[in-house]
């Protein structure tokens, strides 16, 4: 009754706001919400479809999700205690096995584990918040069927949320939105609701908004079930119903018809009842954002505040209740004969040939550790695969569900599970299918995309004893991480290490120090100079040597001159008039040309831009040779070149993105560095 004479006081349209029914006031109702029911390995392959919820946690750096993920597993029972996420206990969170994220405080490598809420099993992918680790993040949300983003009610929409988001948009992932750290200073979830919606244009509305903010909040609201939801005890596992502060009802009020309006907007059976002003009963609502979020329209959100133990078993219930089962998602696979899609069946069973993909490798002390998802069909231990990108056939492996840096064995691994199988020879990315399919009905899965990397290092292994060990590293590197390259520049003989950062760099470097006792030192790649002429010059060199038998002698003569591209290869013509050179010691001349231009004479960098012209030279019928001609277009090269040489130093196109308001100030800060605009 208290909301039906507020929406009257308001002048609201009540069929909007709720159906006509009696409303009771809630009695105080404490339930400790912590599962009990101990996770059995063994139970997953028995786990109905429609109970599995494969789920990510994504964010921008710092916004708390490694430490929303320590909750989910407290409150599902897979961790006995709560730990600090920066391992000042000792211990460290869960999620966050190696010692560099304890000691940094941020999630490096994305970590897989399993639990149940409620009836539901849940796999769970924590993915790192910077931008340097992407990779992981587009990798998970590549097999993921839905998703938590978690945003700072302090700093609201931060730069890699708008990455997360697109990652999410190009896989088609639904997710839930929960604004997270409701306690800090500054925090406001309404402005961080509306940044959602102005900034990255989401249509999004509060399913549990704040009850205060700062050292002032409380709890949340339950704008459905009109209700307050406070969580006590000394983690929040106790869950207390109240009814909701009398200074809050008008809020209450005015939220409940947000969401309905949000929802009007997206969904054709909530927008005919609200034009045509009829009943809307919360089992209306809630199966339009169970159809809205399926179909990325809209996005629920949730208040809270992890550190506190407020909010987050709130927030895997809305988990159950709005993200799909993998039955829900449509998943295709390309045909590898045709190049047609093929859909994916869902059913956990094994009539239908296995399909799953490779999407994330790792070393570990068993060897590969290849994480799976499941998309089809049934692989169990010791049955056959193909690997369908190299036909190479072997056999599943042992097969483990993971629990961040544990293994957990099982016998086998159905449709809609992702799992991880310990030895499988694969790279990131590859499709095994059943060993019996068919050549022609042979699958793969669609990869994940890959960003190209943007910066480079050079690293040097300072102990020469240590190079296997080095190369090990860098080989295992390059093999887990898509986006983490490594190759050898023959210029400048050195190592150069790309990656999408210069904190990943840093810390594969650390991790080779670490794991593989072998010390790196990281610095700047050596600039690839080029050396060119600003104009022609002539040549003339006589290479003679006699060491008291047979001499050697070559005579050669002409110019050198720049071409129109300084970038261009050297070219050598061949001006010889008269036969005064054999063909063979043209060859050699040219061939000494290029060994020179190999290394310049101001700078040691390549020679490029310019014409080699041999006019004419002498032979001796005894003492000239293949090596005498091949010094005489190399020091022609060293001695003469240099006298009208000029360094080259690179240019680097960049593609440069700024509001049109700050146009001018882009401009300018472009020319003080030295740019040219195109």
Not at 35 to 56: S, W, Y
Not at 217 to 242: A, T, W
Not at 526 to 547: C, D, G, H, I, M
Not at 617 to 645: P, T
């Amino acid at each position: 009754m208290m909301l039906r004479r507020l929406v009257q006081r308001s002048g609201k349209r009540p069929c909007i706001l709720l159906a006509r029914s009696t409303k009771q006031s809630h009695p105080i109702r404490c339930l400790s919400q912590i599962n009990k029911q101990a996770f059995n390995p063994d139970d997953v392959v028995k786990t109905k479809l429609e109970n599995i919820r494969n789920i990510g946690v994504s964010a921008h750096i710092d916004s708390g999700k490694t430490t929303v993920s320590e909750r989910i597993l407290f409150y599902g029972g897979r961790i006995d205690a709560i730990h600090d996420v920066k391992g000042k206990d000792g211990v460290g969170a869960k999620m966050d096995s190696m010692e560099l994220e304890k000691q940094r405080g941020i999630t490096i490598k994305s970590a897989a584990t399993s639990l149940l809420w409620k009836g539901k099993q849940l796999n769970l992918i924590d993915t790192p918040g910077h931008i340097d680790f992407t990779v992981e993040v587009e990798r998970a949300l590549r097999v993921l069927d839905g998703a938590i983003l978690v945003l700072c009610a302090s700093s609201g929409v931060q730069t890699q949320t708008y990455t997360v988001y697109r990652q999410m948009k190009r896989y088609n992932v639904p997710f839930i939105t929960f604004i997270n750290k409701m306690d800090r200073f500054a925090a406001n979830a309404d402005r961080t609701l509306q940044q959602m919606r102005d900034d990255m244009g989401l249509n999004a509305a509060f399913l549990y908004f704040p009850i205060g903010a700062e050292r002032t909040f409380e709890g949340i609201v339950d704008v459905l079930g009109e209700r307050s939801v406070y969580f006590e005890g000394e983690n929040g596992e106790n869950v207390v119903y109240k009814d909701v502060p009398t200074s809050l009802e008008g809020e209450l009020i005015a939220k409940r018809l947000d969401l309905v309006e949000s929802l009007s907007n997206v969904d054709d059976e909530i927008g005919e009842m609200y034009l045509m002003e009829e009943n809307i009963s919360n089992s209306d609502i809630e199966s339009a954002i169970k159809r809205s979020v399926l179909t990325q329209s809209f996005t629920p959100v949730i208040a809270g505040s992890a550190l506190k133990n407020k909010g987050v078993q709130t927030l895997l219930d809305c988990v159950n209740e709005y993200l799909p089962n993998p039955s829900e998602v449509q998943n295709y696979a390309i045909n590898a004969a045709t190049e047609e899609k093929v859909l994916m069946s869902c059913e956990r069973s094994a009539a239908k040939p296995a399909v799953g993909l490779a999407f994330k490798l790792e070393e570990s002390q068993y060897g590969q550790l290849t994480y799976v998802r499941m998309y089809q069909g049934c692989f169990s231990r010791g049955s056959n695969m193909i690997n369908s990108r190299t036909g190479e056939k072997q056999r599943v492996p042992r097969l483990v569900l993971m629990h961040s840096n544990e293994t957990e064995n099982v016998t086998a691994a159905y449709s809609g599970d992702i799992v991880a199988m310990v030895g499988a020879n694969c790279a990131s990315g590859d499709t095994f299918v059943d060993a019996k399919t068919p050549k022609n009905d042979i699958v793969s899965m669609e990869s994940m995309y890959i960003p190209e990397p943007v910066i480079s290092m050079a690293i040097k292994n300072v102990h020469h004893k240590d190079d296997d060990k080095f190369s090990k590293a860098l080989a295992r590197f390059v093999k887990e991480d898509p986006t983490f390259r490594s190759t050898f520049n023959p210029e400048n003989k050195e190592i150069v290490i790309s990656g999408m950062g210069e904190l990943q760099l840093d810390i594969y470097a650390e991790r080779i120090r670490r794991e593989y006792e072998c010390e790196v030192q990281l610095g700047e790649p050596t600039v690839n100079y080029r050396e060119t002429l600003t104009e022609p010059v002539e040549f003339s060199v006589t290479y003679k040597r006699q060491s008291g038998g047979r001499g050697q002698f070559g005579e050669g003569y002409g110019e050198i001159e720049p071409l129109e591209d300084a970038n261009a290869d050297v070219e050598f013509v061949n001006a010889v008039t008269g036969g005064m050179i054999t063909s063979n010691f043209i060859k050699s001349v040219e061939k000494g040309v290029r060994e020179a231009a190999l290394e310049g004479a101001l700078t040691g960098h390549r020679v490029s831009g310019i014409r080699f012209i041999l006019r004419g030279g002498r032979v001796h019928n005894v003492d000239s040779s293949d090596w005498a001609f091949s010094r005489v277009g190399y020091y022609a090269i060293k001695e003469h070149f240099v006298n009208k040489a000029t360094v080259l130093e690179p240019w680097m196109d960049i593609e440069v993105t700024a509001p049109q308001d700050y146009s001018g100030e882009v401009i300018q800060s472009i020319n003080e560095r030295g740019g040219k605009m195109k």
